[in-house]
């Protein structure tokens, strides 16, 4: 029922930026908790940022004081704005809803950062 889009990937040089995107189905405002996530290839997800519905916040120690999660609510959009890239954060970035009744995950997005 929750249908999530991510978009904004690609390929960035260390130190650079991204912002990545994650539209959402449904009015977010209605879901408890947004996410996104990462996998780098032979590692498991992990949690990278997370913002719930009174707007709280959390971060992963890696990105902390470089990327920022946000929301645009009237366009049921989550946001990861992403500086100061490193190679390390070369991964596939997942967006998340969690519900109730279940979470939700995108298709997610390739973000590569190389020289």
């Known amino acids: 029922q929750v249908r999530l889009v991510e978009s904004g990937g690609g390929l960035v040089q260390p130190g650079g930026s991204l912002r990545l995107s994650c539209a959402a189905s449904g009015s977010i405002l209605s879901i408890p908790t947004m996410g996104w996530y990462r996998q780098a290839p032979g590692k498991q997800r992990e949690l990278v940022a997370i913002?719930?519905?009174?707007?709280?916040?959390n971060y992963a120690d890696s990105v902390k004081g470089r990327f920022t999660i946000s929301r645009e609510s009237t366009k049921n959009t989550v946001y990861l704005q992403m500086n100061s890239l490193k190679p390390e954060d070369t991964a596939v970035y997942y967006c998340?809803?969690?519900?109730?009744?279940?979470?939700?995950w995108g298709q997610g997005t390739q973000v590569t950062v190389s020289s």
């Open positions: 998340k809803a969690q519900r109730i009744g279940g979470a939700y």
């Open positions: 913002i719930t519905r009174g707007g709280s916040t």
